[in-house]
T-cell receptor, first 113, second 114 residues
Framework: AQSVTQPDIHITVSEGASLELRCNYS??????LFWYVQSPGQGLQLLLK??????LVQGIKGFEAEFKRSQSSFNLRKPSVHWSDAAEYFC???????????FGAGTTVTVRA | EPEVTQTPSHQVTQMGQEVILRCVPI?????FYWYRQILGQKVEFLVS????????KSEIFDDQFSVERPDGSNFTLKIRSTKLEDSAMYFC????????????FGQGTRLTVV
């Protein structure tokens, strides 16, 4: 069965500092990987996705993520965070032969001035 | 930009009552999903729906739950007899096709069972 681990429950970062959120997955086949963001009271917005090809993917709002098959990881990064990046971030895994997505528990990001 | 629309945004119901959560997926999408997120927990898959039938369901999706696409545009989740533990945010999602596509999520319906 597929699963996703987000080791960090909560991260606090200063505005303008860099951010990295960790995601590790467990899946037998080639995974589809996603990062979603959820602002308070809002739905899930897709930040970026990986299906195949270039392992460094660019997303919206200045985010990027790198797929590392050898480490079963898909970490999310942003060079300089803005106060509006405060939210909960979810990593999710799917595949070409599985309809559903499996989500990690999420990482809450707090941005301090 | 096309989006998945869910109504209502918040519903309060008494235990034992039936509720129907409604979703309008993006118009050219073919795959439809319901997920739920109990407060403070991860987003969990409930059911997927394609070609007017359930393609996969989780253990959570028992006989109390059903889904329907009654008119080619709406996609509904019915809970027949709600329990306190059904209180959660319910998300609808849709995908245009199966391969190499992402799911688009609605804003969610917060269901509170009292």
């Amino acid at each position: 069965a597929q699963s996703v681990t987000q080791p960090d429950i909560h991260i606090t970062v200063s505005e303008g500092a860099s951010l990295e959120l960790r995601c590790n997955y467990s899946y037998g086949a080639t995974p589809y990987l996603f990062w979603y963001v959820q602002s308070p009271g809002q739905g899930l917005q897709l930040l970026l996705k990986y299906f195949s090809g270039d392992t460094l993917v660019q997303g919206i709002k200045g985010f990027e993520a790198e797929f590392k098959r050898s480490q079963s990881s898909f970490n999310l990064r942003k060079p300089s965070v803005h106060w509006s990046d405060a939210a909960e971030y979810f990593c999710a895994v799917g595949s070409s032969n599985d309809y559903k997505l499996s989500f990690g528990a999420g990482t809450t990001v707090t941005v301090r001035a | 930009e096309p989006e998945v629309t869910q109504t209502p945004s918040h519903q309060v119901t008494q235990m034992g009552q039936e509720v129907i959560l409604r979703c309008v997926p993006i118009s050219n999408h073919l795959y439809f999903y319901w997920y739920r997120q109990i407060l403070g927990q991860k987003v969990e898959f409930l059911v997927s729906f394609y070609n007017n039938e359930i393609s996969e369901k989780s253990e959570i999706f028992d006989d109390q739950f059903s889904v329907e696409r009654p008119d080619g545009s709406n996609f509904t989740l019915k809970i027949r007899s709600t329990k306190l533990e059904d209180s959660a945010m319910y998300f609808c999602a849709s995908r245009v096709e199966f391969m190499n596509t992402e799911a688009f999520f609605g804003q969610g319906t917060r269901l509170t069972v009292v």
